[in-house]
């Protein structure tokens, strides 16, 4: 409503003077403001705050009088009456020097200001003024009060007297009366004889007149207040009568306000006690009390002594109240509290030292509201020392804050609109976003009312149709448009704005004309034609209609009231207007769809139909009277009636749902009578065939109903013309800011199903719920409140101790005005559930499951729900949690909701949440039955707090054993940690649940991201180089940590365990994919647990089945045999891989620099299974085309050592990484040229490529061959070395298996498999053909070993030391490179390998190539 807007300034006095002001007071216009100090008066003028003539009482005179007290301004600023402390009134007389200015404007040559412009003088210069002591009037008595009274001055004096002053012809118009005869009773219908006052000594201590109740608020020096009102026109004893308000016996002070009808008492507790007028009774009526609360100001509620002054704004709309103690705070009219400066920032400095706070002898406000002119009571005491300072314009101790208002307060059409408008003196805050973003469709068709397009907003998902939530909440900044100089020059203060529905054009009105601006554009539009301008005064406010703005305005030339309508995009003339007289002043102007609605100072209202019609090059809006309706005998005056709306919204929704096409018309009107919200329906109870039959303009002239009253105290209403069918609750609702009370949305009730509504329910209901927040604008559909609230800045810091006192940045806090918004939507279902609408309910949240936030609003529901019921001291008879838990199970994120409410409340309400819920056990089970292993996570932090260890250790496996199926590799580790808290006994720190994945955990062996290895087929490079095999097993992270000095625990051993199980299921499903990623995310020993079970889980049983199995997993295809390679020189073998080696090498060489991981595939189903039925030329032909992206261009680069080979290699492989990681690549050279292809070789050579699989699975299954090399799993690394068809990596099994230690049954295993596999080759898949043919000696070679037996001894191990490592596999560690073994089990076989792998890498160099040599980086 009104916010605080940067620092307080602080007024120079150019006048030398000791004296502290003590008073201050704008005139009615507030144009000027008038300074008592106790033996001066002084004007001053309010824009610019310059002083213009002061009045200093001679020493004798001063003497006589007394000290000046209180000043009060006549209502046409001609005189002012000033009271003295020795019961004298001094009148006062200003007289204006014609065509006489103290300040002008000074402009540069030639520039085209305002010099041309009619009333130029009045408007910008200060005008020179004179003060004359006209007369003296002495009451015998000290005068507590003055009150200004249309053409009288009501005084009231020590002695119990009211004096009635006329301020002309004074003597003859004295008139006193003894309040001792003035009767008080209840209220005005008891008798005559009501009590009197009864007391020799009660006085009137302070009192306010209020027109529109015609009558005084009083405070008596006692304490007790009233209200005093002539029974007839005579202002006389007899014919007054007074009203007690009973529960007063404190009152200090008072203040009216005269929109409201408002009566405002400050008590000596601190409080302000709002009264009003009952109409029948003319009782006082207690409305609302202002008041700090204990919660929001703990140290200060109860300290801040009694209120000293209270001031409503000139637009009524908010009250200011301080107190003895000091503080200022802002309340909106029926109690909403604004801004408070007793707490944070104004009270505490930046180092937490507590200020002094502010204490205030006297506030007035400024024009509009935008300025309050404050006297710092504190400011006496350095006075003397700014004195010495600065002798030419001292500091005086009077503060001007400036304040920025919302729209509303002024323009209450406004409240159509989705957008939040504040307006300051010189400039516009819009929440409408950047004028960039007000180009995209949301901004030009969202407001629309068919809306077919709309921006998604910063929170949407896909599904997700809302209002344009990233401009209308985007950020918490303003788009803040200043307004144009030239307009404000001849025009301040701002009184009205308005912006449409688009949020992309703004126009505002000053004291004459009006200006508009565009947000697409930035430029403004002023009036070509000046005189035009400053003859037309905005009386009722402004709107926009398309791209028309509609005003009511007053013509100074002709003295008639008109209605104008303005085309946006012409030039602002009254040529391009659409003018139609009107017969009454209009104070109020409203839009609804093509209707206008005016509001007129004889209580009447008329609608207009508006249509735009395109004639001639501009089109033009065209205005006719539709209907009349006078309400003269429901409003008592017209300056009571704060808004006045059409809407759309009725009683009768039954009928809605037979005639929708109804919905949008205009069937009431709304109208906000001093806070009391009055509904005129039209009556519909005729006969209504007719109007199928009649013209369509006929039907608005349907009369209206008597008005029923709807609402009290309300402050701004809601509502708009859009129709969404999906949301009919929240769009035909009307919504109601209530002040202190908070909000209330009238809600229609819809039957269900279209089924007849029953006959006991009513068709709408009223829901009141609190916010936080102020509210300014309502989103309808996206269920939000929009709103504003000040914060402050400190800059105290930056000055020095010694200059503190004088600075105001160290006394006050940098203010600022932030966006805010708020959800409600939690609150009006509860409120549904409370009133037992639990099916309504249901049908409102449904409409709104859309909604990015829905989850947040049943979880917030589900909370305030609980906290209120768990803690509450009394039992309650018909708990509400009960409900609200059966509602929120009719949505899928039931279970989510629940775990997430208990998470953010503390223990001890745990037991009464799930009482009504549900035991946590069977939720955690419904989360793994739903696969949400996320939400059962958090179930597992509940039952380990509310269970035995054995309970949550038991679910805890169940999730850990899920989580390993699913690949969530994340929620694995956070499950080991998990567990071993539970058997360590750190349950006191329970793991936090994991609700993102971490990039990290994507699939793939991730801790090769940073890893350059070589894979060298010589047994050399294999030995030396990875020695840090154990390393490269264990995870990059936390998860290493699972392997810890207390690892030999039986949690541990329990974890292994079921790691172990596992791995023994992926190994035996053949999921090597699945294994690999397994053992990278989770750090498991494959090495180690892989020669355990050579024998057992890590055999290979169906050769054939594995092999299918492992080119299904990794994407790789199976090799084709060309008709045209029968008498292919590459047939020989050798000569081909060679090739085919080289290639693979090429091509691996940098992808452990430099790899990317997919993410997709750990979280694929892992239960596919391969049929090995299917018919494997399908097969092939399914892998090759599927894989068609990875298929490379061939190029080809001779080696030129060797005659005989040639390397080729992929051209993605120079360009991903600058260095020649390969060491096989050469410079070309002349002798390029020397190597020709023929058609069937570069055919071939094209095959080869194509062959192969993705650049990924490559790596994948080199970095497998490494493992299982080292673990001895042979019969493993004889599959892959098949599928890679690397010649090598057979050898180099085949030489390991020729020493005499190794197992003839693995022997036997590889033999037969290879005889399988080569049988399958015969019949199903030919292009294995040529590479089983280049290890067929070798498998003649296997058959005879496998003959022979090997003796046992060979299996005992190499060194007994190494039996204690079985126990501590984090030993690997420390091991020295010498040997690569696990385990007492690992066979003696395989350093005699290494051995022979020496001698035989000797002989393979000859013929194999060089290999170039790899950095092997262990991250």
Not at 137 to 162: H, K
Not at 604 to 616: A, K, M, Q, T, V
Not at 839 to 868: I, K
Not at 997 to 1020: D, K, V
Request: proline letters at 5%.
């Amino acid at each position: 409503m009104y916010f605080l807007s940067g620092w307080p300034k602080r007024l120079l006095c150019p006048l030398e003077s000791l004296e502290q002001p003590l008073h201050i007071q704008t005139d009615p216009q507030r144009a000027f403001f008038a300074v008592l100090s106790p033996s001066q008066l002084s004007i001053w003028y309010c824009r610019p705050s310059v002083l213009i003539v002061s009045y200093k009482e001679l020493s004798k005179a001063a003497s006589q009088f007394g000290p000046y007290k209180q000043a009060e301004w006549r209502p046409d600023s001609t005189m002012i009456a000033v009271s003295t402390a020795n019961g004298y009134i001094l009148f006062f007389e200003i007289p204006s020097a014609r065509d006489k200015y103290l300040y002008e404007p000074m402009y540069p040559k030639g520039s085209p200001h305002l010099k041309g412009t009619p009333h130029y003088k009045e408007e910008q210069c200060a005008p020179s003024l004179h003060l004359e002591m006209k007369k003296v009037l002495d009451l015998q008595a000290s005068i507590t009060s003055l009150q200004s009274m249309l053409e009288d001055l009501l005084v009231a004096t020590a002695d119990g007297f009211l004096h009635l002053v006329h301020w002309d012809g004074m003597t003859n118009g004295r008139k006193a009366i003894n309040l001792c005869t003035v009767p008080f009773s209840v209220d005005l219908q008891s008798s005559r004889a009501g009590s009197f006052l009864g007391f020799e000594d009660v006085y009137i201590r302070d009192m306010e007149y209020c027109a529109t109740l015609d009558g005084f608020a009083v405070v008596f020096n006692d304490g007790r207040v009233g209200f005093i009102a002539p029974m007839s026109s005579r202002f006389t004893a007899e014919q007054l009568h007074g009203v007690w308000a009973q529960d007063v016996i404190d009152g200090t002070c008072v203040a009216v306000n005269n929109k409201y009808r408002l009566m405002a008492f400050g008590c000596a507790n601190g409080s302000v006690q709002v009264y009003t007028i009952d109409t029948t009774t003319g009782a006082m009526q207690f409305s609302h009390k202002l008041e700090l609360t204990p919660k929001q100001y703990p140290d200060i509620w109860n300290k801040t002594g009694p209120v000293k002054l209270i001031k409503w704004s000139p637009d009524s709309c908010v009250v200011m109240v301080t107190w003895e103690c000091g503080g200022l705070s802002l309340w909106s009219v029926f109690g909403a509290q604004l801004i408070c400066t007793l707490g944070g920032d104004f009270a505490y400095q930046s180092d937490g030292a507590k200020k002094d706070p502010l204490k205030i002898s006297s506030m007035t406000w400024g024009s509009e509201g935008y300025h309050l002119w404050v006297i710092d009571g504190n400011s006496s005491s350095n006075m003397k020392f700014e004195r010495d300072a600065n002798n030419e314009a001292r500091q005086f101790g009077i503060l001007q804050f400036h304040f920025i208002k919302s729209a509303l307060t002024v323009n209450p059409c406004m409240s159509n609109q989705e957008q939040v408008l504040l307006q300051g003196e010189d400039r516009l805050y819009l929440n409408c976003g950047d004028a960039t973003q007000a180009q995209s469709p949301r901004n030009t068709s969202a407001h629309s009312e068919h809306k077919p397009t709309r921006e998604r907003g910063p929170f949407s998902d896909g599904s997700l149709d809302s209002q344009g939530l990233s401009t209308l909440l985007g950020h918490r900044h303003w788009h803040v448009v200043q307004i144009h100089s030239t307009y404000l020059e001849s025009n301040w203060p701002m009184r009205f704005s308005a912006i449409d529905k688009l949020g992309q054009n703004v126009a505002v009105v000053g004291k004459f004309g009006f200006a508009h601006y565009s947000l697409l554009t930035k430029k403004w539009k002023l009036f070509g034609n000046i005189t035009q301008e400053q003859n037309m005064m905005v009386t009722g406010g402004l709107a926009w209609w398309n791209d028309f703005i509609v005003l009511a305005c007053y013509n100074l030339n002709d003295h008639q009231e008109e209605l104008r309508i303005y085309l946006r995009t012409s030039n602002l003339d009254n040529a391009f207007a659409h003018i139609t007289k009107v017969q009454a002043d209009t104070l109020l102007l409203s839009v609804f769809r093509d209707i206008v609605i005016l509001f007129r100072a004889d209580c009447s209202i008329c609608l207009y139909s508006i249509e735009r019609r395109s004639e001639g090059l501009n089109p033009t809006a065209s205005i006719q009277v539709l209907q009349e309706v006078s309400m003269s005998r429901y409003i008592p005056h017209p300056f009571l009636v704060v808004s006045v709306t059409l809407t759309s919204v009725r009683t009768e929704t039954g009928i809605t749902l037979k005639m929708p096409q109804q919905a949008c018309e205009a069937e009431s009107i709304m109208l906000n009578l001093a806070g009391q919200l009055i509904m005129l329906q039209r009556d519909r109870s005729g006969p209504q065939i007719r109007d199928k039959d009649s013209n369509p303009n006929q039907r608005k002239h349907l009369p209206f109903c008597a008005p029923v009253v709807l609402a009290q105290s309300v402050e701004n209403v809601w509502t708009t013309c859009r129709i969404n069918k999906q949301k009919r609750h929240l769009l035909e609702a009307l919504w109601l800011s209530c002040g202190g009370a908070g909000m209330k949305v009238w809600l229609p009730l819809f039957p269900r199903d279209h089924r007849k509504p029953h006959s006991f329910l009513s068709r709408r209901i009223m829901l009141p719920f609190h916010i936080n927040i102020y509210p300014l604008a309502v989103l309808f559909e996206d269920a939000l409140v929009l709103g504003a609230v000040n914060d402050t800045v400190l800059y105290d810091c930056l000055y020095t101790q010694t200059s503190a006192r004088e600075h105001l940045e160290v006394l006050f806090p940098f203010s600022i005005v932030e966006r805010t918004s708020q959800i409600y939507l939690h609150h009006i279902l509860r409120q549904l559930l409370v009133r037992n609408l639990g099916e309504q309910a249901l049908l409102l949240a449904h409409s709104c499951a859309t909604l990015p936030y829905f989850p947040h609003v049943l979880e917030l529901m589900l909370h305030e729900v609980l906290e209120e019921e768990a803690t509450s001291r009394e039992p309650i008879p018909d708990p509400l949690l009960p409900t609200v838990a059966k509602f929120i199970t009719e949505f899928p994120l039931f279970l989510q909701t629940v775990v997430h409410c208990a998470r953010k409340t503390e223990y001890a309400l745990w037991n009464y949440l799930f009482a009504a819920v549900g035991n946590p056990k069977d939720l955690f089970e419904e989360c793994l039955m739903a696969q949400d292993l996320d939400t059962a996570a958090s179930y597992l932090i509940i039952l380990q707090n509310m269970e035995v260890p054995a309970v949550s250790r038991q679910h805890a496996t169940l999730l850990f054993n899920t989580a390993l199926e699913q690949g969530k590799w994340d929620l694995c580790r956070h499950m080991i940690r998990f567990l071993k808290a539970i058997g360590s006994g750190e349950t006191d720190t329970p793991p936090a649940t994991p609700t993102t994945q971490e990039p990290s955990s994507s699939s793939g062996f991730e801790f090769f991201r940073h890893r350059s290895i070589s894979l060298s087929q010589s047994a050399e490079n294999l030995h030396s180089k990875f020695n840090l095999t154990k390393t490269l097993s264990m995870p990059s992270g936390p998860s290493g940590k699972r392997w810890s000095k207390d690892s030999d625990c039986a949690e541990n051993m329990y974890i292994d365990m079921m790691l172990w199980r596992h791995a023994r299921r992926l190994l035996e499903e053949i999921k090597l994919k699945d294994l690999g990623c397994f053992a990278a995310q989770l750090g498991f020993e494959l090495i180690g647990w892989l020669c355990k079970e050579r024998a057992r889980a890590a055999r290979v049983e169906d050769f054939v089945f594995a092999l299918k199995k492992l080119h299904k997993d990794f994407l790789w295809p199976f090799p084709v045999i060309p008709a045209s390679s029968i008498n292919s020189p590459f047939k020989n073998g050798k000569y081909k891989t060679a090739m085919g080696e080289q290639l693979l090498k090429s091509q691996s060489a940098d992808t452990f620099v430099n790899m990317e991981m997919d993410t997709g595939v750990s979280n694929t189903p892992r239960s596919r299974s391969w049929l090995g039925t299917i018919s494997s030329s399908q097969r092939e032909i399914d892998t090759v085309s599927s894989h068609g992206p990875h298929m490379q261009d061939a190029f080809l680069s001779p080696l030129l050592s060797k005659g005989d080979e040639c390397s080729i290699g992929s051209a993605t492989d120079l360009t991903e990484t600058s260095s020649m990681v390969d060491g096989d690549w050469t410079m070309v050279d002349e002798n390029f040229s020397s190597l020709s292809l023929t058609q069937s070789e570069l055919e071939h050579i094209s095959l080869e490529l194509a062959s192969k699989g993705p650049h990924k699975s490559q790596v994948q299954l080199r970095y497998l061959l490494h493992i299982f090399m080292e673990a001895g799993c042979l019969d493993w690394c004889v599959i892959i070395g098949l599928i890679l068809r690397e010649s090598s990596v057979i050898n180099q099994v085949f030489s390991i298996m020729q020493s005499s230690d190794i197992d003839g049954e693995i022997c036997q295993n590889i033999k037969t498999g290879l005889y399988a596999v080569d049988k399958w080759a015969s019949t199903d898949c030919p292009g294995y053909k040529p590479f089983l043919n280049i290890i067929k000696p070798q498998i003649q070679k296997l058959s005879e070993i496998a003959e022979e037996q090997v003796q046992p001894e060979a299996f005992q191990p190499v060194n007994p030391s190494k039996v204690t490592e079985q126990a501590n596999p984090r030993a690997e560690e420390s091991r020295t490179s010498s040997s690569h073994g696990t385990n007492p089990q690992s066979d003696a076989g395989n350093s005699n390998a290494s051995r022979h792998e020496e001698d035989k890498s000797k002989t393979e160099d000859e013929d194999s190539f060089q290999e170039g040599s790899y950095d092997c980086i262990v991250s």
